[in-house]
């Protein structure tokens, strides 16, 4: 592949969709051996245009060229697929019941006859060894089985594999949403050095550090439109902040906030089933508390261990006030997806709404409202199905149900995965408020930035606490160090 | 070892099996007689045309549909067997083919028009049952010969020495043929990955290009292709025909994928399992006749069997998370 040649362009896309006006006359290019990192607000169109990209949505209006050919006409995924672009999206598309090597035979059509799950599993094999190494997945495990990190994984090496076609873009849509910080840099130089061997790839993330570390080129998105596009190297963190066009709020104003004295007894206490020193975490009235460490070390079971020990008694952790759950793998454990996204806010609380026999559907709808204009929901109408909102805006919703229910305690399970730098910032401040008013959070997250935002932190390796560090004790290096280091013999 | 052996995955996979197992011990201890070749073959008779109403079951529940026309749809054949098949062999075969056809156009109806499966099989089962009246409106009919002599096959003993000669039953074998053609047509084809995948993420299987309307009529085909196989089974044990004679299928089928490990949703089903599942049911009731259960209790007893096995498989599930 040569540098510099055009793969594909585009030419002032439109798509809306009812009356959110998604693409508003996009135009982009991308060429070999350039790594284009696409940034924006969530609902600024992004996704959207990747799903144009990868032939999965037609636009309303706009020319698409590949190769500079003009495709607009006949342009779908089998014609995306045979020019070579690849596209892996933020909600996973793998089939669970099926092994890995069969998910990447479903990719691949030439992958058939005799030896085809051989050479299925071969393939899927060498490109996870390339990308990720020591990754221990196995071409026969079912998909279902796997974590979410994992299947993330498996999706990634699938979309870089090849068989007859050579791959020439892939669009990674925030592809380290769900990996660790080691995945995640093993994944960005595989980027690195497949732009460098004359590959391009289309990096759309929320980690602004990702894509200026990553990047060539950089650009912009905010309703629906490029608003900037310049190489990486004349964007700094605050300009790229500054041209999403949210306010660059220094990330020093939570550190603002002081230690709590602990004292009284705690609402909240837990021990991870496999602990075998005398560790536990303890969570008081109002304080946030942070679980951290790599990916699947027991974070989220510790939650869900909280989570059920509200209605039943456990041996492993006991709470002393209601709880509620903000879901990380929104898909699975989170929307209903049937559902208005009314009905989504305001399933928690149906109690409070019982008028007689019945809920009262005038509350729902105040309720609904209040929390859509609190937290800006981006929707025309909150009677609109859940999935009519961009992955960000679901998330809020769910937001939305945790904080308006009574729960005196809420679990975060990663809840700001591929959540926008200006609605993180919205959540963060509303967390605050809240623990302010004496609510509870208990927060495991991967980015250590929010890691700022909490009063106490424990850090979890291998499903056990490792270190219990006070707000004025937190540091980067001592998170890094506790969650890498085996515990002295 | 012994943890990979218990693991859930490995549990939930011999669970079927398991339940065959315990069954026939539990047959075996009430008349130890009946575990014999005359005995499996009085026993494991009928399961032969259930056992392949119930692939056809699961064909279509791996793309995430139900078929409640299947019991209806094998009594036709039975009735189209017995009469044109017996009279007029090219009529007769033409008809089953239409069967299969009316099968695929089913499923290309289903997702074109994005119908609930449920309603449109529903609707198909009056039409099935109409039809094989029209065929046959009053009880009779004759076998052809060759599905009679088919069925009443008896394989060359197998002579053991120092212990005998070994005798298998003509049902074993069949089920155990079924199983592993169903299982090499879904479960080891590249195809049956694709077909399977449509009923695990439909939209990454579109996504990747293909056909998801092309994935619902081979699967209805081969339901179609498989319940004809049913009702040809059934006609050649049975001897003569009646329109209403495999009523029972459908239920019996949907518990037999259930009861092999499959699962409604999601595309996740086991051939073997659910050749094993159909045989399962086939031996609850000699067991609960064995048990002296008076027939008008046997379906309720049959139901009970039923909720144990899901009930062990729910607790399996549970166990996964912990571990």
């Not at chain 1, 599993?121 to 060894?129: E, P, R, V």
């Not at chain 2, 539990?26 to 073959?41: E, K, Q």
């Not at chain 2, 189209?80 to 007029?88: G, H, K, S």
């Not at chain 2, 009923?199 to 179609?224: C, Y």
Request: aromatic content about 6%.
């Amino acid at each position: 592949m040569s540098m510099g040649e055009r793969i594909v362009s585009l030419d002032g896309v439109d798509k809306s969709f009812g009356a959110v006006h998604a693409l508003a006359g996009v135009d982009l290019a991308c060429d070999s051996g350039e790594c284009l990192g696409l940034v924006g607000h969530n609902g600024a169109g992004k996704s959207t245009l990747m799903h144009v990209l990868a032939g999965t949505l037609r636009p309303d209006r706009g020319r698409i060229l590949v190769s500079g050919d003009d495709l607009t006409r006949s342009y779908d995924v089998a014609v995306a697929q045979s020019r070579g672009i690849r596209c892996v999206f933020q909600e996973l598309s793998l089939c669970p019941n099926l092994t890995v090597a069969e998910n990447a035979r479903v990719f691949h059509a030439s992958l058939r006859g005799l030896g085809w799950r051989r050479r299925a599993g071969k393939l899927i094999l060498d490109k996870l060894d390339e990308i990720f190494p020591g990754h221990s997945i196995a071409p026969g495990d079912v998909v279902g089985d796997l974590g979410i990190a994992r299947r993330q994984m498996v999706e990634i090496a699938r979309a870089f594999s090849v068989t007859d076609t050579p791959v020439k873009l892939v669009i990674l849509d925030e592809p380290t949403s769900s990996l660790d910080a080691v995945l995640a840099g093993q994944l960005l130089d595989f980027v690195k050095r497949f732009v460098a061997a004359g590959g391009a790839v289309i990096l759309i993330s929320h980690l602004l550090g990702e894509i200026l570390d990553t990047a060539s080129r950089v650009i912009v998105m905010r309703d629906g439109k490029v608003v900037a596009g310049r190489p990486a190297a004349e964007f700094t963190r605050d300009s790229l902040v500054a041209a999403m066009g949210s306010v660059a709020k220094g990330a020093d104003e939570s550190s603002a906030r002081t230690a709590k004295g602990r004292e009284g007894a705690p609402v909240a206490r837990a021990r991870p089933a496999g602990q075998r020193n005398g560790a536990e975490l303890v969570a008081h009235r109002g304080e946030v508390v942070g679980l951290a460490g790599l990916g699947g070390q027991g974070q989220t079971e510790m939650l869900r261990a909280l989570f059920a020990a509200a209605r039943r008694r456990s041996r492993e952790a006991s709470v002393r006030e209601p709880v509620a759950l903000v879901a990380g793998d929104r898909q699975t454990d989170g929307i209903f997806p049937l559902w208005s996204i009314e009905k989504n806010i305001t399933i928690a609380s149906l109690r409070r709404m019982v008028r007689g026999l019945l809920v009262d559907p005038r509350q729902e709808a105040v309720m609904a409202e209040t929390w859509r204009e609190k937290i800006n929901i981006r929707t025309p109408d909150v009677g609109n199905n859940i999935l009519s909102l961009s992955g960000g805006n679901q998330q809020k919703a769910l937001f939305a149900r945790a904080l308006g229910s009574v729960a005196g305690i809420v679990l975060m399970d990663d809840p700001m995965r591929g959540v926008d730098i200006g609605t993180k910032q919205e959540v963060y401040g509303m967390i605050r408020a809240e623990a302010e008013a004496g609510r509870t959070f208990i927060w495991y997250t991967t980015e250590m930035d929010e890691l700022k935002n909490c009063d106490h932190v424990y850090v979890f390796r291998n499903g056990r606490i490792v270190a219990d560090l006070a707000r004025d004790e937190l540091t980067e290096e001592k998170v890094l160090h506790t969650s890498f280091t085996e515990e002295a013999a | 070892m012994i943890a990979t052996v218990l693991s859930p995955k490995v549990l939930r996979a011999a669970l079927p099996a398991l339940s065959l197992l315990i069954l026939l011990v539990a047959v075996w201890y009430l008349n130890p007689r009946a575990i014999s070749p005359l005995g499996f073959n009085l026993m494991f008779n009928l399961a032969v045309p259930i056992a392949l109403a119930t692939v056809a079951q699961m064909c279509v529940i791996t793309v995430n549909d139900l078929d409640l026309g299947i019991g209806a749809y094998v009594g036709f054949v039975v009735c189209v067997a017995a009469t044109w098949l017996y009279d007029t062999p090219l009529l007769g075969i033409a008809a089953l083919i239409g069967g299969i056809v009316l099968y695929m156009a089913v499923g290309a109806l289903i997702h074109v028009r994005n119908l609930p499966s449920i309603v449109v099989t529903l609707g198909m089962s009056f039409v099935w049952l109409g039809l094989a009246i029209l065929v046959l409106p009053t009880p009779g009919g004759k076998a052809p010969e060759w599905l009679a002599a088919l069925m009443k096959y008896k394989p060359p003993a197998i002579p053991i020495p120092g212990w005998g000669d070994l005798q298998i039953p003509f049902p074993i074998i069949a089920a155990v043929v079924i199983a592993i053609v169903a299982h090499v047509l879904l479960m080891r084809t590249s195809y049956g990955s694709i077909l399977r995948g449509s009923g695990g993420n439909p939209k990454a299987i579109e996504r990747a290009g293909w056909s998801l309307l092309k994935t619902k009529v081979v699967m209805f085909g081969a339901a179609g292709f498989f319940g004809m196989l049913a009702g040809l089974a059934l006609i050649g044990l049975t001897t003569s025909a009646q329109a209403n004679v495999a009523e029972r299928y459908t239920l019996l089928s949907i518990a037999g994928v259930i009861l092999g490990g499959g699962y409604f949703v999601g595309g996740r089903v086991s051939p073997v399992g659910a050749v094993i599942g159909a045989m399962t049911l086939t031996l609850s009731l000699p067991f609960l006749t064995f048990l002296k259960i008076p027939p008008d209790w046997q379906i309720g007893a049959q139901g009970a069997i039923l909720i144990v096995v899901l009930a062990l498989r729910a607790i399996i599930d549970r166990l996964g998370p912990q571990q």
